[in-house]
Structure formats: C-alpha cells, structure tokens
C-alpha cells in the first residue's frame, strides 16, 4: 500500500514536470503528425531494405547459377531437371480433417486393387487354381 500511495506522489509530479516543460497542449496535433510522418518513413525504409536485401539475394543466385553453369560445361555434366510436386496440405489437427464419403473409400478401395502388382498376383492365383481344378478332374484319388 505504501509503495502504490508513493507511486501517486510521484506519478503526479512527474506529470507536473511534464506539463511545465512541454508548454501548452495545443502541440498534440502537430505531436501526432510528425509520429504519423516518422512511422510511414519508417515503414517505408522497411520495404526498401527488404527490396534491396531481395535484390541482393537474386543477384547472388545468379552468379551461383552461373558458376554452377560453367562447372557443367567444363566436365559435361548436364542439369537435373527437378520436378516440384506440390506437398498436400495436411490439417494442423487431425481430428478436423475432412471425412472421406463411402464412395470416397470404395473409389480407394478399388484403386488400390487394381495395382499393377495386385493384378499380376490376382491373375497367378487364378492360374494356379484353374491348374490345380485340371488335374483334380483328371486324376481321381480311390
């Protein structure tokens, strides 16, 4: 309690202070155009920086590029051409991902039937079986 009612005093000549020094109010006007004016050159020097430290990147990679180029050149090495496939999105929490439909999860089903190494699997069975019904009408065990 007693540091809250010094704090008062204190708070309250400071703001005294203030007063006494900073003249009239009548510059709070003036006070918030030039803070509106320092923020937007701020911000201003912001994008510029980004802009150069970009361009300074770009500029980087190109000569990188360049020597890499030459590198190639020099021992016929040919460039790899990367494909970019775009990663799904996954949902942060998998408890709110979208629920697959019965025709979403048939379609699947299907799909991974029809895999070429299931296909050749399922036709060698129906080999071995139609060969096994073969033999087994042919020769009767008594």
Known sequence: MAAFVAKQMVGNKLNAVKGAVGGDGGDDEGDKEKEEEAERERLEAIREAEERRKEKHRK???EREKMRQEIRDKYNIKKKEEIQEPEPVEPENPLMRKKKTPEELARE??????????????????????????????????
């Open 109 to 142: 089903a299907e799909e991974a039937d029809q895999d070429e190494f299931t296909r050749f699997r399922n036709s060698i069975e129906n080999q071995v079986n139609e060969l096994k019904n073969q033999i087994e009408s042919r020769c009767s065990v008594q």
């Open 60 to 62: 980087m990679e190109e």
